[in-house]
T-cell receptor, first 115, second 115 residues
């Protein structure tokens, strides 16, 4: 099965500073990679995805992610963090056929942006 | 215009009861899913349906029975509820089933507490 790993349980950053939330992947074949955000007591909101093409993917709310094939990484980034970015972030990969092509999620990284 | 809607949002019930969670999507998608988020925020696929047909049935107790009356609806019925069933259940949908970069859209979640 395809999988992703998020090595950090929590990331702390000061408002206005750049932020990075890390994700590495393990796939056979072409990876379809996604980032979602979950605000407290809310559902998962889609941020961005990598399918093919440009390694730098831009998404919602000023977020972007860089696909790096040699490092098997898909880190989420934002140039200037906002307090309102504080949330739980999930990296995910589209699974293979024997698992019905559902999304497999990482364990999530809690982002805390302080004023 | 909620794309994926599920009801109820909050559900508190006693052990042994039977309950249902309803899900509807108005995106015209062919594929729908149920995910479970446990107390550690880990997300795991439970079921996937494509055009009303079951695609995935992960290792979920047979007390959980999904039903898809049409491709816009995927309901989750749970028999003989146990304390360990307490979790957040997310409904989701995507355009098609298969190895693709189609985005999976999630509902707001249903918070189930079994007492």
């Amino acid at each position: 099965a395809q999988s992703v790993a998020q090595p950090e349980d929590q990331v702390n950053v000061a408002e206005g500073n750049p932020l990075t939330v890390k994700c590495t992947y393990s796939v056979s074949g072409n990876p379809y990679l996604f980032w979602y955000v979950q605000y407290p007591n809310r559902g998962l909101q889609f941020l961005l995805k990598y399918i093919t093409g440009d390694n730098l993917v831009k998404g919602s709310y000023g977020f972007e992610a860089e696909f790096n094939k040699s490092q098997t990484s898909f880190h989420l980034k934002k140039p200037s963090a906002l307090v309102s970015d504080s949330a739980l972030y999930f990296c995910a990969v589209r699974d293979s056929g024997d698992s019905g092509y559902a999304l497999n999620f990482g364990k999530g990284t809690s982002l805390l942006v302080t004023p | 215009d909620t794309a994926v809607s599920q009801t109820p949002k909050y559900l508190v019930t006693q052990m042994g009861n039977d309950k249902s969670i309803k899900c509807e999507q108005n995106l015209g998608h062919d594929t729908m899913y149920w995910y479970k988020q446990d107390s550690k925020k880990f997300l795991k696929i439970m079921f996937s349906y494509n055009n009303k047909e079951l695609i995935i049935n992960e290792t979920v107790p047979n007390r959980f029975s999904p039903k898809s009356p049409d491709k816009a609806h995927l309901n989750l019925h749970i028999n003989s509820l146990e304390l360990g069933d307490s979790a957040v259940y997310f409904c989701a949908s995507s355009q098609t089933h298969g190895p693709s970069g189609n985005t999976i859209y999630f509902g707001e979640g249903s918070w189930l507490t079994v007492v």
